[in-house]
Structure formats: C-alpha cells, structure tokens
C-alpha cells in the first residue's frame, strides 16, 4: 500500500504524466505533477493499517509543509499527542491565511482530535473554529463533524449554538434539511443576549418579513451585549429585508452599518454591509460606484478571503459589466466565478446563471441556454430557489430574443409560480417581469401581460432604469391592443442612456422598429433598427447584434418584394408578410414574434397562404413565390 501510495505522489516508478487539464489542482510533489485528489482517493480505498502506513509515506513524501503535517495528523487517527497538535494547528492557521478554508477545516479538527483530553477548553476551541471553517468553505459534512465534537464536549449554549450555525451557514442557499436547527438553537440559547442575536441573524432564508423582523432584533440585541461585528451582519440583513420589501429606510440601516466600520472578512465578504452596498449599486444602476467597492472587495478577498467570496465578487463585477455594455468584460468575470466553483466544488447555480447572462449579451444565444438549464437543474436539485428562479429567467429570456415564444412563456410561468409567494416589492432586485411581459405579448396572451403590469409598485421611480425597463413593457402591450404611444419608448430610450445602459437603450430602440414595421413605417423602422446596430455594434453584443441585423435584412427584403405584391394571388398585406418571412426560412414562432402575432394566428394565416396559391409546402410556397415575381 506504501507503494501505490508512493507511486500516486509521483515518487516510485512507471508515472506517465498528466497534461494540463483546467478542471483539476494541480501540486508539485519531488519532480512530478500529478493531482493531489489521486494520492487521497487511492489511500481513502485501502484498510485502516494500510492508510495509516500510506499517509505515513506521503508525509515524507510531501513537498509542501502543511499537507506534510495533515498526512502526518492523518497516520495517527486514534492518539492524541499535544507536539503534532499544535503543529497541527499552525498549519491550519497557514491554510486560512492562504484561503484554503476546506484545508484549514479539516486540520482544525484533527489538531482538536491530537490535543489530549486534559485539556478540554483547547479542544472545543479548535473544534469551534473547524465549524466556522467548515461553513466558510461550505463543507456542509465537515461542519456537522465538528459541530457533533463540540456537542459531545459540554459546551455553554452559546458554543453549541455557533457550531449549529456553521452547520446552517455550510449549505449556503441550499437550505433544505436544517430548518429544524433553528429550533433547536433557539432552545439552547434561552435568554443569552448574543446567542439570540447570532441566530436571529441567521434566518435570512426564512419568510421576508420574519426576517426583517429577526434582523431587527438581533441589531437590538448585539448592541446590549456589546457585539459591533454582530451588530453589523444584523444590520446588514435588516438593510437587505428592508430593500426586498421595501419596507424602511434601506439606506440608513446599511450606512448605521458601514459606520461600526468592521472588517469586511470579519463575518465573510458576502455577508459584509460593504459588499450589500456594492450590490444595491447595482440594483440602482450607480455601475461606477458598484465597481469602485466591488475592485477593493476583490483586493480583500484576494488576501483574506475565501473562495466563495471571490466567486460573489466575480459574479458582481461581471452583472456590472453587463449593464454597463462591457460584454468581453463580463465574459471574462463570469468565466473565472465558473472555473473557480468547479474547481472548489460550490454551488454551480449561481455561476451558471452569470455565465448564461454574460454569454446572452457577449457571447451566443446557445451557450447562454446550456449554461441557463444546467444552472437551472443543479439550484433546483441543491434548494437553492433563487439562483433556480434565475436561471429561468435567463432561459425565458434568451427563448424571446430567439423567437421561440412558447419556451419563453413556459419559463416565465415556471418562474411566476415559483416566485409568486415571494415577489419582492422592489423590482430592481430581480427584474425578470418585463422580459415576461414582452414574451406573454408575443404570444397573444394580452390580459396575462397586463395582470403582471399590475404588480409594478406604484411608488416605483418612473424616471429609472427599472421603471424605463417596465415603460418598454408597457408600450409593447398598448401598441397590441392598439392604443400605441410611441413618446414612452423614446422616455425610456433617454433614461437607459442618461444611466449609462447601452444594451437596454439599443433594446428599447429594437422595440421601437418592431412597432414602427408593424405599422408599415420603414423608414422609422429602419432608423430605429439602425440606432439599435450601432450601440450592439459598440457594445461587441454578438447575439443581439445578429439579431437586429436580421431584422434591417428582412426590412429590405420586404421594401424590395412591395412592387410585387400585386402578383400574389389576392394575398392581403399581412399575408404577403407572413409569406415573405416563411418563404426566407422563419419558423411559425418566429414569423408569430415579428407580426406581434399569435402562433395560431400564423398557422391560420399560413393555411389561407397555402390554399390561396395552391402549395401545400414551404418549399412550394417558395417557388410560387418566386414564380409570381417574374
């Protein structure tokens, strides 16, 4: 066993070499390359003596210190022995200063198993500080180890209950399964101010406002026992609550918080007040603020933080590069939250809905749906509704850009009944319904859109780029129901640029030429399409581009085939449009999604075109097309 071992570490004979291969970490061990994941899984397969004779091996094996002292920690599973535990403990202590907070976790609690028993107050400590190591890395099983250590260690209420915490933290948003050790926290805790506090503060994925509520009273709470760093992440949640809800003064609450000035990787970047001020400046659309705080954050979390902190940070900077038209940007910060959560093992939602915006904006329609239903899928398996709801989104979204209509409302209801018990009162968080409008509107489904238009918070910002986003919305449903007014999109137009937004400014233009063509106005049309090219041009929007240059093709296309309408055998204008888009290769969802038809209005209308010309097929209808032109 020795041998293999010693032959996984790259040290005995017969290794061929590994290339280079992104998904794995790679370490140098003597002179070879090979990854660290095989030495473990080959000594993880072998019997109790032969594992502690092969980690034996791999601790002289080790070129690097601190996984030469795990493997020595590791040869001894049963002994205590105080010398090796606290060289255990150093090197804990150097794995979280370097980041590598799973590494860190797991030695914590193996220096806590080495420290002899007759020195209790030690041993909790260090299992106390493998939880919070443990959660931090979102090791959810290595959380419950140390938490079940501190449990048998006859800790005071307020220990078990931050080991209970960590547990809870350690699933991130995956939540299903620990709800019932809120409850039994609460029991531990009693009347302990700060225990109250720490878990009041920690049922942000409970009902909004019995967070809020929570929040409140841990902020309380934290303050009398003298806890800022508590108080802060309190005051933090409250902000974030009151923001969803709408409830309160969101700003004052964080800048309370930002004021105790504690360290933003006190409690973890994600959790710090700093880094909720950084996203509600992306929810107000201040993209240079956002990416001000955003670039020191990441500079932070670059020395003290953690992996899941960079990938937040990532994500973060890419959704303002987005916004602010930067689409390579945004592709290269999305491609790194990617990498960097395969490789360390987190939640693949949350990278995979970046990754499908910033490839919808910069990149392909395609990836962008690959990416939106593999996140999709792994949020939904994980608990995590937020980053599920997200994921549709984007792949409703994509769905309308693409033409497919009924994908697009499949999605939205997906997302609608999903989200409905849990609408935020402020749009800006999650601005998914307009996209829905806009889909329900294509589809023909008028009174479903104008239910959803009925949910926009009547003290929302008109002036602002949620309220333009919604203006655009609107002024899709009206022009169907006939009642168009053409002022608003170009209101919205003016907001989206004022707020710096080139992709939703060209979008609102985009809209603009869908309206204008429906009615016949091509020289409007063409204009409005052209204001659209330019900003996709500048933007590098590679999807959206092809888009509407499609539709300056097809506007051409149509303006050559008006001379020869006459010929069509008695086809009326909406057919001969109808035709001409069929004829040059659009589907039934297509054709429904540029006439601002429904698709069984196109089939109807298809079915007069077919009888009217005699064909029963595409093909033919190409070809008596092409006959009628002479």
Known sequence: MADRAAWACGTGPGLLGYGSDPWCRWRTCRRYWVPRALADGVVGSAGQQERTDAHQSLAYAEADPVHAVRHRALSRPEAT?????????????????????????????????LTPVNRPALRLSRFLTAAREAAAAGDSNLARRAANAVAASRPTPA??????LAVVDSHSQALAGVAGLFERCRRLASSDPQSLAAIRANVSNSDPH???????????????????????ASLTMRARMERVLNEGDSRATLDRALALDVAAEADGIANSPQYLAARHAIFDDRLAEARSRLTVLLAVAEQHGQEEDLVDIWRSLAEVEVRSGACAKALAWAGKALDASVAAGLSLGPACYTTALAQSTG?????????????????????????????????????????????????????????????????SVFRW?????????????????QNMILTFPATARQDSATGAGWTRARALLLDRAGETDRAVLHAAAEVFRRDGLPLEEARTHLARGRIQRAHRRQAAARTAFQDARDLYLLARAQPMLATVQEHLDRLDGQGRSRSREEGRAGLTDSEAR?????????????????????????????SRIYRKLRVRSRAQLLAALLAHTG
């Not at 967070?211 to 800022?228: C, F, H, I, Q, V």
């Not at 109808?578 to 089939?603: C, F, P």
Request: proline content about 2%.
């Open 433 to 449: 319904q307009p996209d829905a409008i806009e889909a329900l509107v294509a589809a023909g489904e008028l009174t479903s859109a």
């Open 159 to 164: 220990e078990h209950v931050a080991a209970l």
């Open 363 to 427: 990149g392909s329609f395609a990836a962008a749906l690959r990416y939106a239903a593999y996140g999709e899928r792994a949020a939904r398996e994980e608990g995590d509704v937020l980053h599920r709801n997200r994921n549709l989104w984007m792949a409703g979204a994509v769905r309308l850009h693409t033409g497919d209509i009924n994908g697009a409302v499949t999605a939205f209801a997906l997302l609608d009944r999903t989200e409905d018990s849990r609408r935020p009162a402020d749009p």
């Open 210 to 232: 019995e967070a809020l509520g929570a929040a409140r009273k841990a902020a309380e709470l934290a303050r009398s026992a003298g806890r800022p760093a508590l108080e802060a």
């Open 81 to 113: 022995d105080q010398c090796l535990a606290e060289d255990t403990a150093e090197a804990a202590g150097r794995a979280r200063a370097d980041g590598e907070r799973a590494l860190s976790a797991e030695l914590f609690v193996l220096a806590a198993e």
């Open 578 to 606: 109808l035709a001409d888009l069929v004829s040059r290769g659009a589907t039934n969802q297509q054709a429904a999604q540029q006439m601002y038809i429904s698709v069984k209005t196109v089939e109807s209308m298809l």
